[in-house]
């Protein structure tokens, strides 16, 4: 089962950039979709980007396409999320998650969890 840890998060103004980063364990990354989600307090854990095994394609939620970039580096087992021109609403805990197979934007899907990291934006 891989291991997942994210870092990158903080608290930032409206307009302000983040990079978040989540390295996997093991040695098996090329096997797992990877997706980012997140969860704002009193909401339920939503989608927000997702690419496939090789990094060929990738999907985004609607609220974040063309302000946030997924992408991955298999020679270090790592995923990215670029966030840029963040909003308030970006407020959440922003989770890692690893699937074995295709892509998928439902949480249950995903076999392995990261701890989460804090992004806060102010106004």
């Known amino acids: 089962q891989v291991q997942l840890l994210e870092s990158g998060g903080g608290l930032v103004q409206a307009g302000d950039s983040l990079r978040l980063s989540c390295a996997a364990s093991g040695r098996t990354f090329t096997s797992y979709t990877m997706g980012w989600f997140r969860q704002a307090p009193g909401k339920e854990r939503e989608f927000v980007a997702g690419i496939t095994r090789s990094g060929d394609n990738t999907y985004y939620r609607d609220s974040v396409k063309g302000r946030f970039t997924i992408s991955r580096d298999n020679a270090k087992n790592t995923v990215y999320l670029q966030m840029n021109s963040l909003k308030p609403d970006d407020t959440a805990v922003y989770y890692c998650?690893?699937?074995?197979?295709?892509?998928?934007?439902?949480?249950?899907?995903?076999?392995?969890w990261g701890q989460g990291t804090q992004v806060t934006v102010s106004s």
């Open positions: 998650a690893a699937r074995r197979g295709v892509w998928n934007r439902r949480p249950y899907e995903y076999d392995a």
